[in-house]
């Protein structure tokens, strides 16, 4: 079954601090992966894309990373900003005609001052 | 504004209404997605059109649920005989088709959160 899987499901950081959320996946034919950031109440808006040739991918202060043999990804935020209290979602695309997109829950994180 | 847009961004309804929501995409884009977002879960693929052309349908997408794009420009998503297990966010999204398959970004639009009473 083609699933991707987020962990951990919720995280509390304080402002300044780095954190790394990580992204297990079991989706064929893999053609991309993706992270997304969705803000409360709004669609989600892409921050990485990586094709199974490519190991990190750094986007300001969030990079990501791919191993495509272990079929895991992370993205690290560097120095977090309260604006960055959102939900990370990450997202696996099929390969084939158009990119189907199969997305994991998400984690939540909450930065506090 | 030249992203993706919804409307109407809030829907509130009695169970056995129909409602109808329109998405407008990025000028130019030929490709269109619907999704649905439940709470404290990831988006879920409805439905793909390649300019008008209705080409792929999730099996989420019942009867009730018909979704169209006529000129190939904005779509419309339209639920008919709503059930309350229709509560969710429904997201547009749009590419351009031109990226080249593997690199193509999926712009999403602000959604439109429907409650069914």
């Known amino acids: 079954k083609n699933q991707v899987e987020q962990s951990p499901q919720s995280l509390i950081i304080l402002e300044g601090k780095n954190c790394t959320l990580q992204?297990?996946?079991?989706?064929?034919?893999?053609?991309?992966l993706r992270w997304y950031k969705q803000d409360t109440g709004r669609g989600p808006v892409s921050l990485t894309i990586?094709?199974?040739?490519?190991n990190t991918k750094s986007n300001g202060r969030y990079t990501a990373t791919l191993d495509a043999d272990t079929k895991q990804s992370s993205l690290h935020i560097t120095a977090s900003q309260l604006s960055d209290s959102a939900s990370y979602i990450c997202?696996?695309?099929?390969?084939?005609?158009?990119?189907?997109?199969?997305f994991g829950a998400g984690t939540r994180l909450a930065v506090h001052p | 504004d030249t992203g993706v847009s919804q409307n109407p961004r809030h829907k509130i309804t009695k169970r056995g209404q129909n409602v109808t929501f329109r998405c407008d995409p990025i000028?130019?884009?030929?490709?269109l997605y619907w999704y649905r977002q439940t709470l404290g879960q990831g988006p879920e693929f409805l439905t793909y059109?390649?300019?008008?052309?209705?080409?792929?349908k999730s099996r989420l997408l019942s009867d009730r649920f018909s979704a169209e794009r006529p000129k190939g420009s904005f779509s419309t998503l339209e639920i008919q005989r709503t059930e309350q297990g229709d509560s969710a966010m429904y997201l547009c999204?749009?590419?351009?088709?031109?990226?080249?398959?593997?690199?193509?970004?999926?712009?999403f639009g602000p959604g439109t959160r429907l409650l069914v009473l």
């Open positions: 999204a749009s590419s351009s088709g031109l990226a080249g398959g593997r690199r193509e970004t999926q712009y």
């Open positions: 992204c297990n996946y079991t989706v064929s034919p893999f053609s991309n």
């Open positions: 990586m094709t199974f040739s490519e």
């Open positions: 997202v696996v695309a099929f390969s084939g005609g158009y990119n189907k997109l199969i």
């Open positions: 000028s130019e884009h030929n490709r």
């Open positions: 059109f390649q300019n008008e052309a209705q080409l792929e």
